[in-house]
Protein backbone atom coordinates (compact mmCIF):
# COMPACT_ATOMS: atom_id res chain seq x y z
CA UNK A 1 0.00 0.00 0.00
CA UNK A 2 1.27 3.63 -0.47
CA UNK A 3 0.02 6.52 1.21
CA UNK A 4 0.73 10.65 0.89
CA UNK A 5 0.72 13.27 3.86
CA UNK A 6 2.32 16.65 4.82
CA UNK A 7 4.20 15.02 7.66
CA UNK A 8 5.89 12.20 8.36
CA UNK A 9 6.24 11.80 12.16
CA UNK A 10 8.58 8.27 13.32
CA UNK A 11 7.75 7.30 17.42
CA UNK A 12 4.54 7.41 18.76
CA UNK A 13 6.05 7.92 22.60
CA UNK A 14 6.16 11.44 24.47
CA UNK A 15 7.89 12.70 21.84
CA UNK A 16 5.97 11.60 19.03
CA UNK A 17 2.65 12.92 20.56
CA UNK A 18 4.46 16.63 21.38
CA UNK A 19 5.28 17.07 18.03
CA UNK A 20 1.30 15.85 16.85
CA UNK A 21 -0.01 18.38 19.06
CA UNK A 22 1.82 21.09 17.53
CA UNK A 23 1.36 20.29 13.73
CA UNK A 24 -2.57 19.56 14.49
CA UNK A 25 -2.83 23.30 15.57
CA UNK A 26 -1.39 24.45 12.69
CA UNK A 27 -3.34 22.79 10.77
CA UNK A 28 -1.08 20.10 8.76
CA UNK A 29 -1.72 17.14 7.70
CA UNK A 30 0.09 14.57 9.04
CA UNK A 31 0.60 10.45 10.61
CA UNK A 32 2.07 9.38 13.47
CA UNK A 33 4.27 5.79 13.34
CA UNK A 34 4.55 3.90 16.27
CA UNK A 35 5.92 0.20 15.99
CA UNK A 36 4.46 -0.56 19.59
CA UNK A 37 1.36 -2.38 19.68
CA UNK A 38 -0.19 -0.44 22.51
CA UNK A 39 0.22 3.33 23.65
CA UNK A 40 2.65 4.63 26.40
CA UNK A 41 6.02 4.71 24.81
CA UNK A 42 8.94 3.47 26.17
CA UNK A 43 7.54 3.53 29.78
CA UNK A 44 5.38 0.48 28.85
CA UNK A 45 8.49 -1.54 29.48
CA UNK A 46 9.52 0.31 32.71
CA UNK A 47 10.59 -1.36 35.66
CA UNK A 48 8.01 -1.86 38.03
CA UNK A 49 9.32 0.79 40.66
CA UNK A 50 10.46 3.66 38.36
CA UNK A 51 8.85 6.62 38.88
CA UNK A 52 9.16 10.48 37.39
CA UNK A 53 11.67 13.12 39.21
CA UNK A 54 9.12 15.43 39.37
CA UNK A 55 5.25 16.06 40.62
CA UNK A 56 2.71 15.46 37.97
CA UNK A 57 2.05 19.15 37.17
CA UNK A 58 6.03 19.42 36.02
CA UNK A 59 6.34 16.53 34.00
CA UNK A 60 3.25 17.50 31.60
CA UNK A 61 3.20 17.62 27.47
CA UNK A 62 1.80 20.68 25.55
CA UNK A 63 -1.97 20.94 26.29
CA UNK A 64 -2.60 19.24 29.09
CA UNK A 65 -1.29 18.70 32.66
CA UNK A 66 -0.69 15.59 34.02
CA UNK A 67 -3.24 14.50 36.76
CA UNK A 68 -1.77 13.61 40.39
CA UNK A 69 -1.13 10.19 41.15
CA UNK A 70 -3.76 9.21 44.24
CA UNK A 71 -1.05 8.37 47.17
CA UNK A 72 2.24 9.77 44.76
CA UNK A 73 4.13 12.58 45.41
CA UNK A 74 6.17 11.80 41.74
CA UNK A 75 3.51 9.11 39.61
CA UNK A 76 5.35 6.34 38.60
CA UNK A 77 5.64 4.56 35.36
CA UNK A 78 2.27 3.39 34.73
CA UNK A 79 0.24 6.72 35.47
CA UNK A 80 2.75 7.74 32.60
CA UNK A 81 1.33 5.32 30.32
CA UNK A 82 -2.10 6.19 31.06
CA UNK A 83 -1.46 9.92 30.65
CA UNK A 84 -0.25 9.40 26.98
CA UNK A 85 -2.69 6.95 26.37
CA UNK A 86 -5.54 9.80 27.13
CA UNK A 87 -3.65 12.38 25.60
CA UNK A 88 -3.51 10.53 22.50
CA UNK A 89 -7.01 10.15 22.63
CA UNK A 90 -7.86 13.86 24.15
CA UNK A 91 -5.88 14.90 20.87
CA UNK A 92 -7.45 12.45 18.32
CA UNK A 93 -3.97 12.04 17.08
CA UNK A 94 -3.72 10.05 13.84
CA UNK A 95 -1.54 7.08 15.31
CA UNK A 96 -1.19 4.17 13.34
CA UNK A 97 0.58 1.06 14.93
CA UNK A 98 1.92 -1.30 14.85
CA UNK A 99 4.12 0.07 12.03
CA UNK A 100 7.81 -0.37 12.38
CA UNK A 101 9.53 2.14 10.18
CA UNK A 102 12.45 0.27 7.81
CA UNK A 103 13.93 3.17 6.31
CA UNK A 104 13.59 6.94 4.96
CA UNK A 105 14.99 7.84 1.75
CA UNK A 106 15.05 10.44 -0.45
CA UNK A 107 12.55 10.60 -3.70
CA UNK A 108 12.48 13.53 -5.50
CA UNK A 109 11.22 16.34 -4.01
CA UNK A 110 10.15 13.97 -1.10
CA UNK A 111 10.81 11.89 1.39
CA UNK A 112 9.67 8.34 0.97
CA UNK A 113 9.02 6.17 4.81
CA UNK A 114 9.60 2.95 3.95
CA UNK A 115 7.60 0.39 6.46
CA UNK A 116 6.27 -3.28 7.49
CA UNK A 117 3.13 -2.33 6.17
CA UNK A 118 2.97 -0.39 3.17
CA UNK A 119 4.93 3.31 1.87
CA UNK A 120 4.74 7.07 3.02
CA UNK A 121 5.48 9.33 0.39
CA UNK A 122 5.60 12.98 2.70
CA UNK A 123 7.14 16.26 2.45
CA UNK A 124 8.98 16.44 5.89
CA UNK A 125 9.46 13.67 8.46
CA UNK A 126 10.19 14.11 12.31
CA UNK A 127 11.90 11.35 13.80
CA UNK A 128 11.17 10.79 17.44
CA UNK A 129 12.28 6.80 18.15
CA UNK A 130 14.15 7.82 21.19
CA UNK A 131 16.63 5.72 22.80
CA UNK A 132 15.25 3.10 25.06
CA UNK A 133 15.29 0.63 22.04
CA UNK A 134 19.02 0.67 21.50
CA UNK A 135 20.88 -0.35 24.86
CA UNK A 136 24.68 0.50 25.01
CA UNK A 137 26.75 -2.24 26.87
CA UNK A 138 30.24 -1.07 26.76
CA UNK A 139 33.12 -3.16 25.80
CA UNK A 140 34.79 -5.05 29.12
CA UNK A 141 37.22 -7.06 28.91
CA UNK A 142 36.55 -11.07 30.10
CA UNK A 143 32.74 -10.25 28.70
CA UNK A 144 31.71 -13.70 27.41
CA UNK A 145 34.07 -15.19 30.45
CA UNK A 146 31.46 -14.62 32.84
CA UNK A 147 29.21 -17.61 34.08
CA UNK A 148 26.30 -15.82 35.51
CA UNK A 149 23.38 -13.70 33.91
CA UNK A 150 24.02 -9.98 32.16
CA UNK A 151 21.37 -7.92 31.63
CA UNK A 152 20.32 -3.81 31.01
CA UNK A 153 18.48 -1.56 31.98
CA UNK A 154 16.00 -2.66 29.68
CA UNK A 155 15.01 -6.02 30.94
CA UNK A 156 15.00 -5.05 34.59
CA UNK A 157 11.93 -5.66 36.61
CA UNK A 158 11.58 -6.30 39.68
CA UNK A 159 13.79 -7.23 42.95
CA UNK A 160 11.98 -9.75 43.34
CA UNK A 161 13.99 -11.97 40.48
CA UNK A 162 17.00 -11.35 42.24
CA UNK A 163 15.72 -11.92 46.11
CA UNK A 164 19.18 -14.21 48.21
CA UNK A 165 21.31 -13.43 44.93
CA UNK A 166 25.42 -11.69 44.24
CA UNK A 167 23.95 -9.11 42.20
CA UNK A 168 26.27 -6.06 40.40
CA UNK A 169 24.92 -3.26 39.48
CA UNK A 170 26.80 -1.07 37.20
CA UNK A 171 26.56 2.70 36.66
CA UNK A 172 26.21 5.36 38.13
CA UNK A 173 23.31 7.76 36.91
CA UNK A 174 19.61 7.49 38.11
CA UNK A 175 18.81 4.46 36.49
CA UNK A 176 21.59 2.60 38.35
CA UNK A 177 21.18 4.48 41.65
CA UNK A 178 17.28 3.61 41.22
CA UNK A 179 17.89 0.35 40.44
CA UNK A 180 20.34 -0.67 43.22
CA UNK A 181 18.18 0.88 45.42
CA UNK A 182 15.75 -1.13 44.60
CA UNK A 183 17.96 -4.33 45.16
CA UNK A 184 19.36 -3.14 48.44
CA UNK A 185 17.43 -5.02 50.80
CA UNK A 186 16.86 -8.43 49.37
CA UNK A 187 20.19 -9.22 47.33
CA UNK A 188 23.93 -9.27 47.88
CA UNK A 189 24.12 -5.95 46.43
CA UNK A 190 27.95 -4.78 44.79
CA UNK A 191 27.51 -1.32 43.22
CA UNK A 192 30.23 -0.05 40.66
CA UNK A 193 30.16 3.57 38.85
CA UNK A 194 33.07 4.95 37.04
CA UNK A 195 33.35 7.77 39.59
CA UNK A 196 32.01 8.73 42.89
CA UNK A 197 28.46 9.30 42.44
CA UNK A 198 27.11 12.87 42.86
CA UNK A 199 23.96 13.22 44.52
CA UNK A 200 21.78 16.19 43.76
CA UNK A 201 20.50 17.87 46.94
CA UNK A 202 17.50 16.84 48.35
CA UNK A 203 15.52 19.08 47.46
CA UNK A 204 16.15 19.05 43.83
CA UNK A 205 13.44 17.17 41.15
CA UNK A 206 12.80 17.65 37.54
CA UNK A 207 11.45 21.27 38.16
CA UNK A 208 14.90 22.66 39.17
CA UNK A 209 16.44 20.40 36.44
CA UNK A 210 14.58 21.96 33.99
CA UNK A 211 14.76 25.41 34.78
CA UNK A 212 18.92 24.28 35.16
CA UNK A 213 18.40 22.88 31.08
CA UNK A 214 16.53 26.69 30.40
CA UNK A 215 19.23 28.86 31.82
CA UNK A 216 21.99 26.80 30.54
CA UNK A 217 20.26 27.19 26.39
CA UNK A 218 19.28 31.19 27.24
CA UNK A 219 22.94 31.40 28.32
CA UNK A 220 24.54 30.17 24.91
CA UNK A 221 21.81 31.37 22.70
CA UNK A 222 23.23 34.87 24.24
CA UNK A 223 26.82 34.55 24.01
CA UNK A 224 27.15 34.44 27.79
CA UNK A 225 29.71 31.41 29.36
CA UNK A 226 27.62 28.23 29.41
CA UNK A 227 26.16 27.45 33.01
CA UNK A 228 26.86 23.66 32.39
CA UNK A 229 23.04 23.25 32.94
CA UNK A 230 21.80 19.65 34.57
CA UNK A 231 25.10 18.52 34.36
CA UNK A 232 26.78 20.92 36.60
CA UNK A 233 24.24 20.20 39.55
CA UNK A 234 25.11 16.41 39.91
CA UNK A 235 23.86 12.97 37.98
CA UNK A 236 21.58 11.35 40.25
CA UNK A 237 18.12 12.83 41.57
CA UNK A 238 17.48 11.47 45.55
CA UNK A 239 14.14 10.71 44.51
CA UNK A 240 12.75 9.06 47.66
CA UNK A 241 13.29 5.42 47.76
CA UNK A 242 17.16 6.13 46.70
CA UNK A 243 17.61 8.73 49.45
CA UNK A 244 16.00 5.96 51.72
CA UNK A 245 18.98 3.30 50.65
CA UNK A 246 21.78 6.25 50.90
CA UNK A 247 20.54 7.63 54.20
CA UNK A 248 20.65 4.00 55.55
CA UNK A 249 24.49 3.45 53.87
CA UNK A 250 22.77 0.38 51.55
CA UNK A 251 24.21 2.30 48.65
CA UNK A 252 28.03 2.40 48.31
CA UNK A 253 29.33 2.65 45.60
CA UNK A 254 33.23 0.90 44.45
CA UNK A 255 34.99 1.61 41.22
CA UNK A 256 34.99 0.32 38.05
CA UNK A 257 36.19 -2.93 37.87
CA UNK A 258 38.79 -3.65 35.27
CA UNK A 259 37.34 -6.99 33.79
CA UNK A 260 34.82 -9.97 34.04
CA UNK A 261 35.93 -13.39 35.54
CA UNK A 262 33.93 -16.59 35.50
CA UNK A 263 32.65 -15.94 38.59
CA UNK A 264 32.13 -12.63 39.02
CA UNK A 265 34.37 -9.44 38.31
CA UNK A 266 37.87 -8.20 39.03
CA UNK A 267 39.30 -5.06 39.65
CA UNK A 268 42.90 -4.37 38.60
CA UNK A 269 44.33 -4.91 42.00
CA UNK A 270 43.01 -8.42 41.57
CA UNK A 271 40.45 -7.88 44.60
CA UNK A 272 37.14 -9.75 43.26
CA UNK A 273 33.66 -10.22 44.01
CA UNK A 274 31.46 -12.60 43.31
CA UNK A 275 28.07 -12.47 41.09
CA UNK A 276 25.53 -14.28 39.73
CA UNK A 277 24.00 -11.54 38.37
CA UNK A 278 25.39 -8.38 36.23
CA UNK A 279 23.14 -5.62 35.63
CA UNK A 280 24.55 -2.99 33.16
CA UNK A 281 22.82 0.57 34.00
CA UNK A 282 25.46 2.30 31.04
CA UNK A 283 22.44 4.00 29.08
CA UNK A 284 21.88 4.39 25.40
CA UNK A 285 22.46 5.33 21.84
CA UNK A 286 19.62 7.12 19.86
CA UNK A 287 17.69 4.66 18.04
CA UNK A 288 18.40 5.73 14.36
CA UNK A 289 18.96 3.07 11.87
CA UNK A 290 15.94 3.86 10.24
CA UNK A 291 17.35 7.10 8.90
CA UNK A 292 20.45 5.01 7.45
CA UNK A 293 19.27 5.47 3.87
CA UNK A 294 20.04 9.43 3.87
CA UNK A 295 23.61 9.04 5.05
CA UNK A 296 23.37 11.57 7.70
CA UNK A 297 25.14 9.98 10.38
CA UNK A 298 28.90 11.14 11.69
CA UNK A 299 31.90 9.59 12.71
CA UNK A 300 30.25 9.53 16.18
CA UNK A 301 26.87 8.24 15.23
CA UNK A 302 25.34 11.52 16.01
CA UNK A 303 23.52 13.28 13.08
CA UNK A 304 24.50 16.77 12.89
CA UNK A 305 21.41 19.30 13.74
CA UNK A 306 20.51 22.98 13.81
CA UNK A 307 18.24 22.75 16.76
CA UNK A 308 15.63 19.88 15.25
CA UNK A 309 16.08 20.05 11.92
CA UNK A 310 19.29 17.80 10.57
CA UNK A 311 21.73 19.67 8.20
CA UNK A 312 22.22 17.65 5.31
CA UNK A 313 18.43 17.07 4.84
CA UNK A 314 16.20 20.24 5.91
CA UNK A 315 13.19 18.08 5.45
CA UNK A 316 14.05 15.95 8.53
CA UNK A 317 14.00 17.05 12.02
CA UNK A 318 15.16 14.84 14.95
CA UNK A 319 12.91 15.32 18.46
CA UNK A 320 13.62 14.14 21.79
CA UNK A 321 16.88 12.49 21.77
CA UNK A 322 18.63 14.46 24.18
CA UNK A 323 20.10 18.34 24.52
CA UNK A 324 21.38 18.03 21.37
CA UNK A 325 18.29 17.96 19.71
CA UNK A 326 16.93 20.69 22.51
CA UNK A 327 17.70 21.46 26.00
CA UNK A 328 15.80 18.25 27.98
CA UNK A 329 13.76 17.55 25.08
CA UNK A 330 13.91 13.81 26.34
CA UNK A 331 12.23 14.71 29.23
CA UNK A 332 8.37 15.02 28.98
CA UNK A 333 8.13 18.93 29.96
CA UNK A 334 10.94 19.81 27.96
CA UNK A 335 9.90 17.77 24.89
CA UNK A 336 7.21 20.57 24.00
CA UNK A 337 9.07 23.92 23.67
CA UNK A 338 11.51 22.19 20.54
CA UNK A 339 8.28 19.94 19.42
CA UNK A 340 6.43 23.32 18.84
CA UNK A 341 10.06 24.48 17.33
CA UNK A 342 10.15 22.00 14.78
CA UNK A 343 6.46 22.11 13.64
CA UNK A 344 6.42 25.53 13.17
CA UNK A 345 9.64 25.55 10.97
CA UNK A 346 7.98 22.54 9.27
CA UNK A 347 4.68 24.98 8.17
CA UNK A 348 6.94 27.98 7.20
CA UNK A 349 8.90 25.32 4.78
CA UNK A 350 5.68 23.50 3.17
CA UNK A 351 4.07 27.07 2.75
CA UNK A 352 7.18 28.42 1.12
Given amino acids: MTYTTQVVVIGGGQAGLAAGYH ?6 DFVILDAQSAPGGAWQHAWD ?19 SQSGETYPDAQHVVEYLTDYEKRYELP ?17 RVETDSGTWYARAAISA ?9 PAIPGHAAFEGRQLHTVEYRSPADFAGQRVIVVGGGNSGAQIAADLAHDTDLTWVTQRPPRFLADDIDGRALFDAATAR ?3 LEEGRTDT ?32 LVPGGVEWVDGTRAEADTIIWCTGFRPALAHLAPLGLRGARGHIATEGTRAVGEPRLHLLGYGDWTGPASAT ?4 GRTAREAAHQIARRLSA
Fill in 95 to 111: VERPVRVLGVHRDGGLL
Fill in 332 to 335: LIGV
Fill in 49 to 67: SLHLFSPAAYSSLPGRLMP
Fill in 129 to 137: TGTWWRPFL
Fill in 23 to 28: LRRLGL
Fill in 228 to 259: GGVASLGDIVAVPPVREARDRGLLKASPMFSR
Fill in 217 to 219: RRA
